[in-house]
């Protein structure tokens, strides 16, 4: 059974600074994983797919890398914003079994951004 | 392009009562999803749908939730009857094709409140 962590839980870091967001998963297996972001009240958006034959995706401020030997992703917020702040969750995608396209989450890490 | 549309937004309900959501997918997309989002957590996937076949309905509760995808684009998800548990939110998620491999489109959710 696939098992997604993200750590921190929770991060509190002044405006400017850059920051890396972790996560882990237990089941190299993947697909792909896909990093989102969710303001509260609010439902997810898509920040980056990482594809499983892929290191590294960029958009913007975020880069998101993808290990998949050591079962680890880690999203990079450069210059973070105030309006960065926000709950960053990330999901793999399991390869094969009864159980294709099933995305696994993590918990999520609550990011606040201060001025 | 319209996102997911999901309805209703809220919905606050007595416990042992039912409950229905909707959701209607970006079009074209053959592949649905319903997550659970418990305050804190992660989604937790509930069913999947491609087109009108369930895929995946593992983690569903089936003596209280049912799912229908009849014609293949719109969805509903029913629970009855409720319970206090339940209280969470409720996201719909599509994707294009039948691979694993492109990326997850989520609506805004149905925020449940069962008193």
């Known amino acids: 059974k696939q098992e997604v962590t993200q750590i921190p839980a929770a991060l509190s870091v002044p405006e400017g600074e850059n920051l890396v967001l972790n996560c882990s998963f237990t089941d190299s297996a993947i697909y792909n994983l896909q990093w989102f972001r969710q303001d509260p009240g609010k439902g997810l958006t898509s920040l980056l797919l990482i594809q499983s034959s892929q290191r590294e995706q960029t958009s913007g401020r975020l880069n998101a890398s993808l290990d998949k030997s050591s079962g680890r992703s880690t999203l990079y917020i450069a210059a973070s914003q105030p309006g960065d702040s926000a709950t960053y969750l990330c999901a793999a995608i399991i390869a094969g079994g009864t159980s294709y396209g099933k995305l696994t989450f993590g918990q999520g890490t609550i990011l606040t951004v201060h001025p | 392009e319209a996102g997911v549309a999901q309805s209703p937004r809220y919905k606050i309900i007595e416990k042992r009562q039912s409950v229905a959501f909707w959701c209607n997918p970006i079009?074209?997309?053959?592949?649905l999803y319903w997550y659970q989002q418990i305050l804190g957590q992660g989604p937790k996937l509930l069913i999947q749908?491609?087109?009108?076949?369930?895929?995946?309905d593992s983690q569903l509760p089936k003596d209280r939730f049912s799912a229908e995808r009849l014609k293949g684009v719109d969805s509903t998800l029913k629970i009855q009857p409720a319970k206090l548990e339940d209280s969470a939110v409720y996201l719909c998620?599509?994707?294009?094709?039948?691979?694993?491999?492109?990326?997850?489109?989520f609506g805004e959710g149905s925020r449940l409140t069962v008193l």
């Open positions: 749908f491609q087109n009108n076949g369930v895929v995946d």
């Open positions: 998620a599509s994707r294009v094709g039948y691979t694993n491999t492109g990326e997850l489109f």
């Open positions: 079009s074209g997309h053959a592949t």
